[in-house]
């Protein structure tokens, strides 16, 4: 939740409608802050594989970035954990240097993430889709069973911090049915405007008005053998 105040004298001044902006500032706020408590619930999974065979997080070097070869091996741990993909196949078609697509889960990984992908053998960009009709937003490409979908939100961890001796990036790969989201009916989020002279003696010239925020939301993993979490270094 949050909010933002506007003064009487914005409000005159500006030619802009100034409520509806906040709304769309506060709209954007709401959407990275609800994805980022997800995010962190999701990271929190205990399936885990780390890039060049480390046996840690610390123990993650400058150069264990991730290679074609551990993509499959995350396939094939979410396999044996019997995990249902969450996309169909994508069919061929008679475009040009178009790829049919194979039944899928899901990896969200961060940009800096993608520069490796992209260089990888296998990989897929979007471009080359036979059937763009079910790309979904942020995709950019696949590799083996995995649709990758980019997020700059992506968990990552900095050197800087205690968690890792290099920045760790850690990619998300979902199966079917690996979380949830729950929202109380009508209540998910609101926006709540209090207009000029609505304060009464706490603001006894009406000089201030005040647009904000609040949500109920829970994320929940429903099932850690449906998800994995793939931790490496980037190269960027």
């Not at 706020?29 to 594989?49: E, F, K, S």
């Not at 997080?57 to 044996?80: F, H, M």
Request: net charge negative; charged share 20%; glycine share 6%.
């Amino acid at each position: 939740m949050d909010y933002i105040t506007i003064t009487d004298v914005v409000d005159y001044e500006s030619i802009d409608p100034v409520l509806t902006e906040a709304a769309q500032v506060l709209g954007e706020q709401a959407a990275l802050t609800l994805d980022t408590l997800a995010r962190d619930v999701l990271c929190a999974g205990t399936t885990v594989q780390y890039s060049d065979n480390r046996a840690n997080r610390y123990l993650i070097l400058a150069s264990s970035l991730p290679a074609a070869n551990e993509y499959r091996e995350a396939v094939a741990t979410l396999q044996g954990n019997n995990a249902k993909k969450i996309t169909n196949i994508v069919n061929p078609d008679t475009g040009y240097l178009t790829s049919p697509i194979n039944a899928a889960f899901i990896g969200i990984v961060s940009p800096k993430t993608l520069y490796t992908l992209k260089g990888l053998t296998g990989w897929v960009p979007v471009e080359q889709y036979a059937n763009k009709a079910d790309v979904m937003q942020g995709e950019a490409g696949a590799l083996d069973e995995i649709r990758f979908v980019v997020n700059s939100q992506a968990k990552y961890w900095s050197a800087a911090t205690a968690s890792a001796a290099v920045e760790v990036h850690a990619d998300l790969i979902l199966g079917k049915d690996a979380y949830g989201i729950s929202r109380i009916s009508g209540e998910a989020l609101k926006n709540i405007v209090k207009p000029l002279g609505s304060g009464g003696t706490n603001d006894p010239l009406d000089q201030r008005s005040t647009s904000g925020w609040k949500a109920t939301f829970i994320t929940k993993i429903l099932n850690d053998n449906a998800m994995l979490r793939f931790e490496h270094s980037v190269a960027i």
